[in-house]
């Protein structure tokens, strides 16, 4: 609509909180998107006009940001195959984009297109129910290059190369999860330490946690106070026999964004105890983020944390920022504007930080004073830091994706820690260190792009530098 202003774009720093306005061409209303392995960042699809675009922006240096080079481009020679309205998407080994479901669609396609029809996914049409709680549904890219696909209850190990399941998972009791029951998931870490059955290779674990959601009717009735779900389910993809472990979060949550965090823990934050997703369909706001450490025993795993004072409920997002803290914004639970009432349309960004970045810890945070930009597939990089305190064991080098954060569910979020050696003090007595980490064996395991790289001392990163992960130049 080409004269109404509820839609925005932003550059927005978080350094100097400045934004420097964008132009939104056509409707983005529940889009997807992804970063390419250049830093571009694409989105898909949306509503009205915007159903089939693919659009791009590229960053660029301050000094440009002026021109129109510098704003969002959409493809004139290109759309997509069908229209995409609450759809994921996922960065591929290959560097290519798969686009899954959305209203309507029980199909996949990729960008760049490999043909011109959608490849069908009859999975997403079995799961569908009379809410039609399959829409955003969770996509994890596996590290032998399968995708794990969950909707509403259900999930399936997809192979996209052939087009064909190569296994189905058993169900996941409990609510529904996915769009507009708004649970949310994460692939945990994945490490260089898990080998396969004969001690080699690195990588091979990956296991999958899905938590929250509303109970079902929630939407359909329009019952904003019904409870919502209060468990999480967390299977290991890559076993041959996998089982969901039920686990229960602190109270109830709904709409909640997990972000992974430099250490491998996952933050659970924004939401709501009641309702669903929908406008005006949640009421009684999360305010307690909780960490989720899954390196502890069952049942200790969940610890909540400082509360906030703004409801972040419906359309809210969190982002991870290079600094360690979490960037959250938004929250607009009705159709326009709306400042009025107990859950006004909500402007204001903040930004939460973790535990790990409390004053009483400064002196074990490292300082990365020197890293590669880029490195190669397996390469052996080294990075020089310094530390206040004496490091007295390993430092690890942890890889963080940049996802495209909507609706409860970071599209393409992953974290690798690194094979790392043993740091190493320099002759200046022991303030100045130097390791060396081991890059990530191939594109399965983290498809090509940038990667935050922050080293984790004793469990506090450092402010990360970015990383291009890349194949070998010819």
Same mark, same amino acid.
């Given at each position: ?9 932003? /550059? ?17 209303? #529940? ?14 699809? =949306? ?22 080079? #510098? ?25 290519? +984009?798969? +686009? ?110 899905? #938590? ?37 979060? &602190?109270?109830?949550?709904?709409? =909640? ?114 890293? &590669? ?13 310094? /530390? ?74 450092? +402010? ?11």
């Amino acid at each position: 609509l080409k004269h109404d202003c509820t839609a925005h774009s932003v /550059v927005f720093d978080p350094v100097s909180a400045s934004i420097r306005p964008l132009t939104v061409l056509t409707d983005t209303w #529940c889009s997807s998107g992804q970063f390419l392995p250049d830093g571009t960042l694409l989105q898909t699809g =949306g509503d009205y006009e915007g159903t089939r675009k693919i659009r791009t922006f590229s960053p660029c240096p301050a000094a440009q940001e002026d021109g129109i080079a #510098c704003d969002w481009h959409e493809l004139q020679d290109e759309e997509l195959g069908a229209g995409r309205w609450y759809a994921t998407n996922q960065l591929l080994p290959d560097g290519r +984009v798969i +686009v899954v479901g959305g209203r309507g669609q029980f199909t996949a396609e990729f960008v760049p297109a490999a043909s011109v029809s959608p490849v069908e996914l009859p999975f997403l049409r079995q799961a569908q129910d009379a809410q039609t709680d399959t829409l955003y549904p969770f996509v994890h890219l596996l590290p032998d290059g399968n995708l794990f696909i969950f909707a509403n209850t259900r999930a399936v190990l997809y192979d996209y190369i052939a087009g064909g399941v190569v296994r189905e998972y058993p169900a996941l009791d409990g609510n529904p999860r996915n769009y507009p029951s708004g649970g949310s998931s994460v692939m945990l870490a994945l490490s260089a330490a898990d080998k396969d059955e004969d001690g080699d290779g690195g990588f091979t674990r990956a296991e999958i946690l899905v #938590c929250g959601g509303a109970i079902f009717g929630a939407f359909l009735q329009e019952n904003a106070g019904l409870p919502a779900g209060d468990t999480c389910g967390r299977i290991t993809a890559t076993d041959l026999e996998p089982e969901w472990a039920i686990e229960s979060m &602190p109270s109830p949550r709904v709409m =909640g964004d997990m972000i992974l965090l430099p250490t491998g823990d996952a933050l659970l934050i924004n939401g709501a105890q009641a309702g669903c997703q929908g406008f005006n369909l949640a009421t009684i706001p999360c305010l307690n983020p909780v960490l989720y450490r899954p390196d502890m025993p069952s049942g200790l795993r969940f610890m909540p944390l400082t509360p906030g004072v703004t409801p972040r409920m419906y359309h809210s997002t969190a982002n991870l920022l290079p600094d360690g803290r979490v960037l959250v914004a938004g929250s607009n639970p009705h159709h326009f504007y709306n400042f009025t009432g107990d859950f006004p349309t909500e402007l204001s960004l903040e930004a939460f930080s973790p535990e790990y970045l409390s004053p009483g810890l400064a002196n074990l945070r490292p300082t990365i004073l020197s890293a &590669p930009s880029e490195v190669a597939y397996g390469e052996v990089f080294e990075v020089s830091f310094s /530390v206040e305190l004496p490091v007295t064991g390993i430092v690890e080098f942890n890889l963080v994706s940049a996802p495209f954060s909507t609706h409860s569910f970071s599209q393409g979020q992953r974290v690798l820690k690194l094979s790392v050696g043993s740091a190493q003090a320099d002759e200046l007595g022991g303030v100045i260190y130097r390791s060396v980490g081991s890059a990530p064996p191939s594109p399965l395991v983290a498809p090509p792009a940038f990667y935050m790289l922050f080293l984790v001392n004793q469990g506090i990163p450092s +402010v990360a530098t970015w990383v291009r992960l890349m194949s070998s130049p010819p």
